[in-house]
């Protein structure tokens, strides 16, 4: 008899640490149910995978749906967050670099961490094996969120038609490797 009120509150207690974890992260209804926010796809490199290498790399992303990205993001509600997704990371063998990604880096200015630009920095630890073909079928993603750099260049008027994704190795490339990125996408959620 002891035992089963005890039990019984441990799952009360984990379901509402549950909810409480979603609560933090802005993942709950008025019900207290945990839910995924509806995405929104705002702009895609969409097409082959993106090939890297010892060189930086500049990826354009087009927007999805014909409207000019800087259209898209200026209807993107209001309390939405922007973010840069890169799906399906795959290699030959393993880069032994890190890769830094920037938005919106002007032609002529250095790509450098301290940049207003720098989004952040992606590696290929556990990346799937097989070149890019394997990495297409990875479910796996990695995101970043761009809120404030996309409002920045949307104030500046910097932001198009399209907005460009550089791609800059941080060390020098490991012989053999042929790291590739599946898809490059700017997500409102």
């Not at 014909?66 to 209807?75: F, K, M």
């Not at 032994?96 to 940049?115: F, K, R, V």
């Not at 720098?118 to 809120?147: I, K, M, Q, W």
Request: glycine letters at 10%; hydrophobic letters at 45%; proline letters at 6%.
């Amino acid at each position: 008899m002891r035992g089963q009120p005890r039990c019984r509150m441990m799952r009360t207690g984990r379901w509402l640490m549950l909810v409480a974890v979603a609560a933090m992260t802005g993942a709950v209804n008025t019900i207290g149910v945990a839910v995924a926010a509806e995405s929104e796809t705002l702009a895609t490199s969409a097409g082959a995978a993106v090939a890297l290498g010892a060189a930086p790399v500049t990826v354009t992303l087009a927007p999805a749906a014909g409207r000019a990205l800087s259209t898209r993001v200026a209807a993107a509600s209001e309390g939405r967050k922007v973010y840069l997704v890169a799906k399906g990371l795959g290699t030959d063998a393993p880069p032994e670099t890190i890769y830094q990604l920037y938005l919106g880096l002007p032609q002529g200015t250095a790509p450098t961490p301290d940049s207003p630009y720098y989004v952040g920095a992606l590696n290929f630890f556990n990346a799937a094996r097989g070149g890019a073909e394997a990495a297409r079928s990875d479910p796996r993603f990695l995101s970043f969120d761009v809120t404030h750099l996309v409002k920045s260049l949307q104030s500046q008027r910097a932001l198009g038609e399209n907005a460009t994704v550089t791609i800059v190795p941080a060390g020098k490339l490991r012989a053999g490797a042929r790291p590739v990125i599946g898809e490059i996408s700017l997500v409102a959620q």
